[in-house]
């Protein structure tokens, strides 16, 4: 028993640890720039994106899928309701439509993977090229500025209120429900959840739905901290998975997984970024620093080499 | 070459502890040439531990070990190999998705290379040669793995190993994986192995098969090696009283005649499936024990998965009569109150990275929750006490994760989680496969307590002394079909079922 408890600590103290260092780190590196209000606050919104996709997005990774595609769905749903507010100067329709479109494109996902037979990943990968293209085509090169708009919104409390009632119900779910324990074996072993009356492929769809709504917010989200839309997808995808790693989950899924590490990495990822920025990194060593830590935790916590999960969905 | 009766492997005061359990306590063995040992005790006795140290799988935490006269500490399965420890692994030891011949050169892929490439025609003729020297000739090489069953696996494993010409050949628990023909096969190689003048190291529960064929049994018990029998001292009674550590009643199975209900809760009706049955029918009533027997290729796993809803039905039903309700998917059968234990213990009844709670709790999902629709933690964890309390399942607690068990420590997990269901229909498949006497009886008793309490039992079973012992009524499949039936009120006459069987 003891030996549980100390380990289900260090789980969640490593992370917790591992951000108060990276933020002593750059604070001392920063000469102290790094803590000014301004910097923090932005910290602070960006990383309420990445928490609240990647509790969302954990819903995925429990059952042993990988989605790398939000960060394009983030852009795509964003240039369509931006075109829908430039219409109509709608500020409620620009959240309704960007959420709508952020949740269905993602769900979409689901849906081609379970007609076509594909597995999620594959699906995700093929239709990122697709919004990624439909976006430049769509908006090119050009910018909606929908600052003012956004100005009122963004000094109100609402997307604190949002993302605190969004992580209760997700725990809930994910901790206390029938639901979050058949992810979790659906994730870790298809064959035998199947035998104990889990509906794998119903499972998962519920995983998508809720990643979905979540990532449906983000999108929301994103619009109200950039004041402006263009046609550029964010790096999205590959901070959700290193948000995921830092915070102390496998992405492989399975019995360990949780849906708060994310939110922990969330923080440590985008200090990560902020910080690198700040000291000067360009944006493409920072992708490579970030690459290489994601290999060493993935090594790290992988337990045994030989027995990493193999996948054999839908086959 | 060695000379008969050298000491070809010495084990020296070895202990192995997980944490706080004590796996081996201070053990010493010596294992000689041209002799086939067998390693015999109950679930969790250290029989496995000993076999994995020999063959590098893992390591000591004290003592020492000699291989020919030369200190032996192998750091890996593949060095022992290498080095003339060979090992046939209790749990799936190939790889599904590529083909046989892949898998039997596994990591020796450059004797087959010409130009710089590997000559797949080369390696299937060459891997057509190994099979057959052990006497295997059903098995296509080129075929990918994952389209044998599992006795058709084991044996690969076993040709892959006797490919390396092993000095000291290891099977762990492989025979309650194969049927009478796989075992034919495994018995030969192993004489084979003994005559000249190399060691068998033998790890299995079935006592009778251990006396045919092993010159000297060495007994375990709770870690410790309790004694070491030669041949003429081999009696049923001793080794089990050695094992067990008290006297054990000789009949385990039923002995009554209960007999069973008229009604009938599950029918297959005309049930035609991708591969093995067609047009199937049976019937199985309230309170009966239904076996299900025959060659490991008749069909009978299959029907297990097709019962279940785990096989897709192409044509005809399979019908839970009480409800008139037609069973197309593994969800309908478990909400029905169905339950199925598969012969893959460890791919499909157990998560094995999960704890034993997580196991058994899968089943309690819709039982333990409590006002809104939540799971309550607390009735969760009463719910896995109860079971492993009932059952007895040796662990350090709860949580512990299922792959650290013992396998009828596994198997027990999955007894519990049924149990636990209170299923009224539960679907075995070889339930008692791998698991020690002792665990046997107890399982034995469970599945009449259950008969008893007008349950119903499908059990499928390749061994012939249990279906006698335990069924009301026995079906004989032969090819995907019912070849004959037996009922338990006429006597079961092994002769005749056997004759029916091929």
């Known amino acids: 028993m003891g030996k549980i408890i100390r380990n289900r600590y260090v789980g ?58 939000v960060g394009s769905i983030i852009m795509l749903s964003g240039v369509i309701a931006g075109k829908v507010w430039a219409a109509t100067g709608s500020v409620v329709l620009l959240f309704l439509i960007s959420f709508t479109a952020g949740a269905a494109m993602l769900y979409l996902n689901n849906v081609l993977s379970a007609t076509l037979g594909l597995k999620t990943v594959m699906a995700a990968i093929l239709m990122m090229n697709i919004y990624n293209a439909v976006g430049a085509e769509f908006l090119g090169a050009e910018t909606i500025s929908i600052y003012r708009s956004m100005k009122e919104i963004s000094n109100s409390n609402i997307r604190l209120i949002i993302f605190a009632g969004l992580f209760l119900v997700c725990l809930v779910v994910f901790h206390f429900t029938k639901i979050g324990r058949a992810l979790r074996f659906t994730g870790g072993n298809e064959r035998c959840a199947a035998t104990v009356g889990i509906n794998n492929r119903k499972i998962i769809s519920i995983g998508y739905i809720m990643a979905s709504l979540a990532v449906g917010i983000a999108c929301a989200f994103t619009l109200i901290r950039n004041g402006n839309i263009s046609s550029v997808p964010s790096s999205m995808g590959s901070d959700l998975m290193l948000a995921t790693v830092l915070g102390g989950m496998s992405i492989f899924g399975g019995h360990k997984s949780n849906c708060y590490s994310g939110v922990i990495g969330a923080f440590i990822v985008v200090i990560l970024n902020n910080g690198l920025l700040m000291l000067g990194v360009s944006n493409t060593l920072i992708q490579g620093v970030r690459g290489i830590l994601f290999l060493a935790i993935v090594y790290l916590t992988s337990d045994h080499p030989d027995t990493l999960p193999s996948r054999n969905q839908f086959s | 070459m060695p000379q008969s009766h050298d000491v070809v492997l010495e084990v020296h005061d070895m202990c192995k502890n997980f944490g706080e359990t004590i796996a081996l306590n201070h053990v010493s063995l010596k294992i000689e040439a041209g002799e086939i040992r067998g390693l015999i005790g109950e679930n969790g006795s250290g029989k496995s531990t000993i076999s994995s140290i020999i063959s590098g799988m893992q390591r000591a935490t004290s003592g020492a070990m000699t291989f020919h006269g030369k200190p032996w500490e192998p750091s890996s399965v593949l060095y022992g190999m290498n080095h003339g420890i060979g090992m046939v692994v209790q749990e799936a030891g190939t790889l599904g998705n590529i083909t046989v011949a892949e898998n039997l050169f596994l990591g020796e892929y450059k004797q087959f290379k010409r130009f710089g490439l590997i000559d797949k025609n080369a390696m299937v003729k060459e891997a057509k040669k190994v099979l057959e020297r052990i006497g295997i000739r059903d098995i296509n090489p080129s075929w990918p793995v994952r389209r044998l069953d599992m006795q058709s696996r084991k044996l690969l494993e076993l040709a892959r190993i006797m490919n390396h010409d092993p000095d000291i050949l290891i099977i762990d628990e492989t025979t309650t994986a194969l049927g009478q023909s796989g075992r034919d096969i495994l018995y030969s190689v192993m004489h084979e192995v003994a005559e000249k003048g190399k060691t068998v190291l033998i790890i299995s529960h079935d006592l009778d098969e251990m006396m045919e064929h092993c010159d000297t049994l060495t007994i375990l018990r709770d870690g410790a090696v309790i004694d070491n029998l030669r041949r003429e001292q081999f009696e049923p009674g001793l080794v089990k009283r050695l094992m067990v550590g008290r006297e054990v009643q000789d009949n385990f199975y039923r002995s009554d005649q209960d007999g069973y209900g008229e009604e009938v809760v599950l029918r297959a009706d005309m049930v035609t499936t991708t591969k093995d049955l067609l047009c199937f029918s049976m019937e199985l009533h309230k309170g009966e024990i239904l076996g299900i027997g025959g060659l490991s290729d008749c069909g009978m796993h299959t029907l297990g998965h097709a019962l279940f809803g785990l096989e897709k039905v192409l044509d005809g039903e399979v019908v839970l009569a009480s409800q008139g309700l037609r069973i197309k998917s593994s969800e309908q059968a478990f ?124 059990m499928i079973s390749e061994e012939m002394p249990e279906l006698m012992g335990m069924c009301d009524r026995l079906l004989i499949l032969k090819d995907g079909e019912i070849n004959g039936e037996f009922f338990r009120k006429d006597g079961f006459s092994e002769h005749e079922i056997i004759e029916c069987m091929i």
Request: glycine share 10%.
């Open chain 1, 12 to 69: 969640i103290a490593l992370p917790l640890l591992l951000l108060v260092a990276v933020v002593i780190a750059f604070t001392a590196l920063t000469g102290g720039k790094f803590i000014s209000y301004n910097n923090l606050s932005a910290i602070f919104e960006q990383s309420l994106i990445v928490a609240v996709s990647a509790i969302g997005i954990a819903f995925i990774y429990t059952t042993g899928n990988i989605d790398m595609s």
């Open chain 2, 335 to 458: 909400q029905s109150g169905m339950g199925y234990i598969s012969k893959d213990r460890d791919m499909e009844s157990l998560e094995q990275n999960a704890s034993i709670l997580a196991n058994i709790a899968s089943t309690g999902y819709q039982i333990n929750r409590t006002l809104g629709g939540l799971i309550s933690g607390r009735k969760e964890r009463d719910y896995v006490k109860k079971q492993v309390k009932g059952l007895s399942i040796k662990c350090q607690n709860q949580y512990q994760l299922v792959k650290e068990l013992s396998g009828g420590n596994k198997q027990k997990v999955v007894f519990g989680k049924w149990i636990a269901y209170d299923a009224d229909i539960l679907i075995m498949d070889c339930p008692t496969r791998g698991v020690d006497i002792g665990v046997k009886a107890a399982m034995y008793q469970l599945i009449y307590e259950m008969k008893k309490e007008g349950k119903s039992i499908v």
